[in-house]
């Protein structure tokens, strides 16, 4: 069974600032989850081409987190269910990612993401059928809601409260009720590309680039392994 979800996330930066913000979080976030035991293990770093998505750049991870999975799942699972490669192809502003667990031969989690600066108000940036269309659940996220449930605890909560929280950089914030017109849910993700602006602001996509190569090293270096391939190449 497909299951369609579509999620518009508006976020108080511009598509240039996100791309940066966006590798800037993926690459902390990777810090913060991995340990000598477990973490996340970048297998793969390399530049690629395609037809579909054009020029960008493919990665495959390895995300082992069993401290993170309910501790029910872990009484009749073992451990190696509890482990889920990702491979990700990062065209900006087209991206996508595809998410399997190899105990689970049948799970796929494929998330295809259209950058767009129009607000969220753009329809069909998929190009779905009109069947797809008809069975499609569109979801708006506002980063400044502090609802929270089981996959805020999975990728660590932001407690940042946006609605006094200003960037010292930028002069951004706060994110008072109604700023993007929409009531929607809650991402942790995209609270921590605002919360953490002034960490990121000003960096271009190469220095981004050389920073999260490092990451990969250190990342893998804690857990004990290495990388297959690695290239600083665009």
């Not at 035991?37 to 082992?64: M, Q, S």
């Not at 509890?82 to 399997?100: H, T, Y």
């Not at 607000?119 to 659940?137: C, D, F, K, T």
Request: net charge negative; aromatic share 10%.
């Amino acid at each position: 069974m497909v299951h369609i979800k579509e999620f518009r996330i508006v976020m108080p930066v511009s598509l240039e600032e996100y791309r940066v913000a966006h590798m800037f979080v993926v690459m902390k976030m990777s810090q913060q989850h991995t340990t000598g035991e477990e973490g996340i293990e970048v297998v793969e770093n390399r530049p690629f081409e395609d037809n579909a998505l054009g020029k960008g750049r493919y990665t495959n991870k390895i995300y082992r987190l069993q401290s993170k999975i309910p501790s029910w799942l872990t009484t009749f699972a073992p451990a190696d269910a509890l482990i889920m490669q990702e491979e990700s192809w990062n065209a900006f502003p087209i991206c996508k990612s595809v998410m399997k667990c190899p105990y689970f031969p049948r799970f796929q989690l494929r998330i295809e993401t259209v950058h767009r600066p129009d607000n969220g108000e753009s329809e069909n940036v998929h190009g779905l059928s009109e069947e797809q269309l008809a069975a499609r659940e569109v979801e708006y996220i506002d980063i400044a809601s502090s609802e929270g449930n089981y996959w805020s605890y999975l990728v660590g909560n932001n407690n940042v409260d946006f609605s006094i929280f200003k960037s010292a950089r930028t002069g951004r914030g706060p994110l008072l009720e109604g700023w993007q017109g929409e009531k929607a849910l809650f991402l942790e993700s995209h609270r921590n590309c605002f919360s953490w602006i002034d960490e990121w602001y000003g960096m271009t996509v190469q220095q981004i680039c050389e920073l999260e190569q490092q990451s990969h090293s250190a990342l893998n270096e804690k857990l004990g392994k290495q990388m297959l391939m690695t290239s600083t190449g665009d």
